[in-house]
């Protein structure tokens, strides 16, 4: 069990591996980049928010990070729904699930660059 929590620890803490890992894999098994992308950057995300959240609360020291993630995928799929309530008359939620997840991974993916620096500016400066 310690070897699969240390695993999971290492690929939140650098999220890029799992894509890499997913992307070279899928590409190997299906040869097609699109959809070796696509499932590469959907696993991603997951690591990405942990990774995130986490930085977010080293740099800002509370444990809000995970919390705010979750209310503004929240804020944005409800955004998107009504969008597109408003323009086709009804929902599509896996289209929905589909763009929040996305965004969520561009979103986080900033996220984790900027508090990364952040963090290690900080570091660097105090020692």
Same mark, same amino acid.
């Given at each position: ?8 620890? $290492?690929?939140?803490? $650098? ?5 890499? =890992? ?7 098994? *299906?040869?097609?980049? *699109? %959809? ?7 696993? /991603? ?5 942990? %990774?995130? %959240?986490?930085?977010?609360n ?6 809000? #990070? ?10 944005? #799929?409800?955004?998107?729904g #009504?969008?597109?309530?408003?323009? *086709?008359?009804?929902?599509? $939620?896996?289209? =929905?699930?589909?763009? $929040? ?6 979103? /986080? #993916?900033? %996220? ?16």
């Open positions: 069990m310690s070897l699969l929590s240390d695993t999971l620890t $290492v690929l939140a803490i $650098v999220p890029i591996i799992p894509f890499f =890992l997913v992307y070279i894999i899928h590409y190997y098994l *299906k040869r097609d980049k *699109k %959809a070796a992308l696509l499932l590469a950057m959907d696993v /991603t995300t997951l690591f990405l928010i942990l %990774a995130a %959240a986490a930085l977010f080293i740099v800002f020291k509370s444990g809000f #990070g995970l919390y705010l993630i979750v209310l503004i995928l929240l804020i944005a #799929g409800g955004l998107i #009504g969008a597109q309530n408003r323009l *086709k008359g009804k929902v599509d $939620v896996r289209r =929905l699930l589909r763009a $929040v997840w996305r965004l969520a991974f561009a979103g /986080t #993916g900033v %996220a984790y660059i900027l508090l990364f620096l952040i963090s290690f500016i900080t570091y660097i400066s105090a020692a």
